[in-house]
C-alpha cells in the first residue's frame, strides 16, 4: 500500500471510530436511489404508449386479473387451477423462500455470538515450558470450562449493506416469481384461445365440405338429366377432396393446445374442464383493451422491477467489498475454570479477560480489486436495467401494432366474406337454371370456402395477438387478495426505489 492511500484509509478509520464512540456509525459506499441517467427516467419511457389513440385500446390501467375481460367461467377456472397447481409456479415459489431464508441470515450476523467449551485430559507437562527446570512433572488429570461471548460492531457498514444486498435480492427474485406468474397465465389464455380456435376453424372447415358436396351432388343430378358432364364432377370431387384434407390439421392443432393446457395444469388432457374441451367459439372481450401509459407499464412490468432490484443489488454490494478494506472491531469477553480437574469450580482455578478485538488484514491491494469488481457489476446492472426498460417498450408497442393490423385485417377479411356468400349463391341459382357455367359456379364456390378459412384463421391470429398484447403490457402477477398483494412488491419498482433503499 503506498503511503497515500494508507493516509487516507487511517485517517477514515479515525474518524469512524469517533463517530463510534459518539454511538453513531460510518457506512462506507454508495447509498442507493435510482440514477438519473437511468433510461426509465427519460421522457418517451414516461410518455403514451405508441397506438394508444387506437379505439382498440383505451388509457385505461390494466386489471390485475385482465383474463376476467373475457367473461368467460371455463377460462377463469383453468387460470386458477393453473396457479395452484402448475410446477414452474412452485419452483419459483420455492427460489422465493430460500431468498427468503438468506435475508434472516443476514439480518442474524455480527451482534452478539458465543460458545461454551469443556474437556478433561491426563497429561505430561514439561518442566521447562513453564520455567520449572529439574525432574520431570508427574502426569496430572487437567480439566477445563469456559464461556466466550462478543459482540462485532458494525462500524462500516459492512453487515448493514450486506443486508441492503440480500432484501434488493429477495425484491427481484420475488419479482423474478410475479414474472413466472404472468407467463402461465398468458400460456394458460393463449392455449385455450388456441384450441377454441382450432375447433372454430374445424367447424368452418366443415361447413366448406359440406357445401362442396352439395354442389358435387348437383353437378351429379345435372349430368344424370344430361344437362352436365363428366369433368364438371370430376372437379367437384376434386374440390371435395382438398376440403376434407384440411380437416386433420385442425383436428391435431385442438388436441396440441390441449396437451399444453395439461401440463400447464399438471393433469392429464382428459382430466381437464368439460367446458375448456368442448370450447367451440372464440373467447371475446366485449370492451377496448386498457394500456395505461409507459410510467405506469415500466412500474408493473416484472422484469424491469427485477432489474432495477438487481441494480440496488449491486450497488450494495460496492459498500461490502468497501468496508472490507477497514478494520472489523469487536467486543469480547470469556470466563471459566482451568486447572486440576479435582479443583475445577474452585477459586485458584478461576480466569476472566474483557475486552476490544481488532482485526485488520494486511495487505489489502486483492480487496481494492474486489471493490472495483463491484462497480463494474454496478455498472453492468444499469446497463442491463436499460435494456431490459428499452425490450419493455419494444415489446408492448410492437404487440400493440401488431394487434390492430390484424384485427384491421380480419374486418375487411369479414367484409369479402359477406360478399363471397352473396356472389355464391346468386351463382349457384344462375348454374341450377343452366344460365351460368360449373366453372363459374366452382370457382364462386372456392373463393368462399377460402375467405371463410381465412376469416377463421384471421380471428385466430387477432386473439392470440390480444394475449401477447396483455402480456407485455405486465399485468397479471398481484395476488388474488388485491391491493395487500399489489403493495407487496410495490416497494421494488422503479418508482418507489428510494423508499426501497431506505
Given at each position: 500500500?503506498?503511503?497515500?492511500?494508507?493516509?487516507?484509509?487511517?485517517?477514515?478509520?479515525?474518524?469512524?471510530?469517533?463517530?463510534?464512540?459518539?454511538?453513531?456509525?460510518?457506512?462506507?459506499?454508495?447509498?442507493?436511489?435510482?440514477?438519473?441517467?437511468?433510461?426509465?427516467?427519460?421522457?418517451?419511457?414516461?410518455?403514451?404508449?405508441?397506438?394508444?389513440?387506437?379505439?382498440?385500446?383505451?388509457?385505461?390501467?390494466?386489471?390485475?386479473?385482465?383474463?376476467?375481460?373475457?367473461?368467460?367461467?371455463?377460462?377463469?377456472?383453468?387460470?386458477?387451477?393453473?396457479?395452484?397447481?402448475?410446477?414452474?409456479?412452485?419452483?419459483?415459489?420455492?427460489?422465493?423462500?430460500?431468498?427468503?431464508?438468506?435475508?434472516?441470515?443476514?439480518?442474524?450476523?455480527?451482534?452478539?455470538?458465543g460458545?461454551?467449551?469443556?474437556?478433561?485430559?491426563?497429561?505430561?507437562?514439561?518442566?521447562?515450558?513453564?520455567?520449572?527446570?529439574?525432574?520431570?512433572?508427574?502426569?496430572?488429570?487437567?480439566?477445563?470450562?469456559?464461556?466466550?461471548?462478543?459482540?462485532?460492531i458494525?462500524?462500516?457498514?459492512?453487515?448493514?449493506?450486506g443486508v441492503?444486498?440480500?432484501?434488493s435480492?429477495d425484491?427481484?427474485?420475488?419479482?423474478?416469481?410475479?414474472?413466472?406468474?404472468?407467463?402461465?397465465?398468458?400460456?394458460?389464455?393463449?392455449?385455450?384461445?388456441?384450441?377454441?380456435?382450432?375447433?372454430?376453424e374445424?367447424?368452418?372447415?366443415?361447413?366448406?365440405?359440406?357445401?362442396?358436396?352439395?354442389?358435387?351432388?348437383?353437378?351429379?343430378?345435372?349430368?344424370?338429366?344430361?344437362?352436365?358432364?363428366?369433368?364438371?364432377?370430376?372437379?367437384?370431387?376434386?374440390?371435395?377432396?382438398?376440403?376434407?384434407?384440411?380437416?386433420?390439421?385442425?383436428?391435431?392443432?385442438?388436441?396440441?393446445?390441449?396437451?399444453?393446457?395439461?401440463?400447464?395444469?399438471?393433469?392429464?388432457?382428459?382430466?381437464?374442464?368439460?367446458?375448456?374441451?368442448?370450447?367451440?367459439?372464440?373467447?371475446?372481450?366485449?370492451?377496448?383493451?386498457?394500456?395505461?401509459?409507459g410510467?405506469?407499464?415500466?412500474?408493473?412490468?416484472?422484469?424491469?422491477?427485477?432489474?432495477?432490484?438487481?441494480?440496488?443489488?449491486?450497488?450494495?454490494?460496492?459498500?461490502?467489498?468497501?468496508?472490507?478494506?477497514?478494520?472489523?472491531?469487536?467486543?469480547?469477553?470469556?470466563?471459566?475454570?482451568?486447572?486440576l480437574?479435582?479443583?475445577?469450580g474452585?477459586?485458584?482455578?478461576?480466569?476472566?479477560?474483557?475486552?476490544?478485538?481488532i482485526?485488520?488484514?494486511?495487505?489489502?491491494?486483492?480487496?481494492?480489486?474486489?471493490?472495483?469488481?463491484?462497480?463494474?457489476?454496478?455498472?453492468?446492472?444499469?446497463?442491463?436495467?436499460?435494456?431490459?426498460?428499452?425490450?419493455?417498450?419494444?415489446?408492448?408497442?410492437?404487440?400493440?401494432?401488431?394487434?390492430?393490423?390484424?384485427?384491421?385485417r380480419?374486418?375487411?377479411?369479414?367484409?369479402?366474406?359477406?360478399?363471397?356468400?352473396?356472389?355464391?349463391?346468386?351463382?349457384?341459382?344462375?348454374?341450377?337454371?343452366?344460365?351460368?357455367?360449373?366453372?363459374?359456379?366452382?370457382?364462386?364456390?372456392?373463393?368462399?370456402?377460402?375467405?371463410?378459412?381465412?376469416?377463421?384463421?384471421?380471428?385466430?391470429?387477432?386473439?392470440?395477438?390480444?394475449?401477447?398484447?396483455f402480456?407485455?403490457?405486465?399485468?397479471?402477477?398481484?395476488?388474488?387478495?388485491?391491493?395487500?398483494?399489489?403493495?407487496?412488491?410495490?416497494a421494488?419498482?422503479?418508482?418507489?426505489?428510494?423508499?426501497?433503499?431506505?
Open positions: 500500500m503506498n503511503p497515500a492511500s494508507a493516509w487516507r484509509l487511517t485517517r477514515r478509520a479515525t474518524l469512524c471510530a469517533m463517530l463510534g464512540a459518539l454511538g453513531s456509525a460510518c457506512t462506507v459506499g454508495p447509498d442507493y436511489s435510482l440514477p438519473k441517467t437511468a433510461l426509465v427516467n427519460a421522457p418517451y419511457a414516461n410518455a403514451r404508449i405508441d397506438g394508444s389513440n387506437d379505439p382498440l385500446v383505451t388509457q385505461q390501467p390494466v386489471p390485475p386479473n385482465w383474463w376476467r375481460l373475457y367473461d368467460d367461467p371455463a377460462l377463469n377456472e383453468l387460470v386458477e387451477d393453473a396457479l395452484a397447481e402448475n410446477r414452474d409456479l412452485r419452483v419459483a415459489v420455492a427460489n422465493l423462500a430460500a431468498s427468503r431464508a438468506e435475508v434472516q441470515f443476514a439480518r442474524e450476523q455480527g451482534g452478539f455470538s460458545n461454551t467449551s469443556a474437556g478433561v485430559s491426563r497429561s505430561q507437562l514439561s518442566p521447562e515450558q513453564y520455567l520449572v527446570p529439574g525432574n520431570k512433572l508427574p502426569p496430572f488429570t487437567l480439566a477445563e470450562l469456559g464461556v466466550n461471548v462478543s459482540y462485532e458494525d462500524l462500516f457498514g459492512k453487515l448493514r449493506r441492503e444486498a440480500a432484501r435480492d425484491d427481484a427474485v420475488e419479482a423474478a416469481r410475479d414474472l413466472v406468474r404472468i407467463t402461465i397465465v398468458a400460456d394458460v389464455v393463449r392455449s385455450y384461445v388456441e384450441s377454441c380456435a382450432a375447433a372454430e374445424l367447424n368452418i372447415a366443415r361447413q366448406s365440405l359440406a357445401l362442396d358436396r352439395e354442389r358435387l351432388d348437383v353437378s351429379r343430378r345435372l349430368q344424370l338429366a344430361g344437362r352436365g358432364n363428366v369433368p364438371d364432377v370430376t372437379r367437384g370431387q376434386t374440390e371435395v377432396d382438398t376440403t376434407n384434407a384440411q380437416i386433420p390439421q385442425f383436428t391435431a392443432r385442438r388436441r396440441v393446445a390441449q396437451y399444453r393446457l395439461a401440463m400447464l395444469l399438471a393433469r392429464a388432457p382428459e382430466a381437464l374442464p368439460p367446458a375448456a374441451l368442448n370450447c367451440t367459439k372464440l373467447p371475446q372481450v366485449s370492451q377496448p383493451i386498457p394500456v395505461g401509459d410510467a405506469a407499464l415500466l412500474k408493473r412490468r416484472p422484469d424491469v422491477r427485477e432489474a432495477e432490484r438487481k441494480l440496488a443489488a449491486s450497488t450494495a454490494r460496492i459498500g461490502v467489498a468497501t468496508a472490507a478494506l477497514y478494520p472489523t472491531i469487536s467486543l469480547g469477553a470469556n470466563a471459566g475454570f482451568s486447572g480437574a479435582s479443583d475445577i474452585t477459586a485458584p482455578t478461576a480466569f476472566w479477560s474483557i475486552g476490544p478485538l482485526s485488520w488484514e494486511f495487505p489489502i491491494n486483492g480487496q481494492r480489486a474486489k471493490v472495483q469488481q463491484a462497480e463494474a457489476q454496478t455498472a453492468g446492472a444499469l446497463a442491463r436495467f436499460d435494456a431490459v426498460v428499452l425490450n419493455a417498450l419494444r415489446e408492448t408497442q410492437s404487440a400493440l401494432t401488431t394487434y390492430s393490423a390484424d384485427y384491421a380480419a374486418d375487411a377479411l369479414r367484409t369479402a366474406a359477406a360478399s363471397a356468400k352473396k356472389s355464391a349463391g346468386e351463382t349457384h341459382q344462375l348454374y341450377t337454371q343452366g344460365r351460368e357455367s360449373f366453372i363459374s359456379d366452382l370457382d364462386a364456390t372456392r373463393t368462399l370456402t377460402s375467405v371463410n378459412a381465412q376469416v377463421a384463421a384471421a380471428e385466430s391470429t387477432v386473439a392470440v395477438d390480444r394475449v401477447n398484447l402480456l407485455a403490457l405486465g399485468g397479471g402477477w398481484q395476488e388474488e387478495e388485491g391491493a395487500a398483494g399489489a403493495q407487496s412488491g410495490a421494488g419498482t422503479p418508482g418507489n426505489a428510494a423508499a426501497a433503499a431506505e
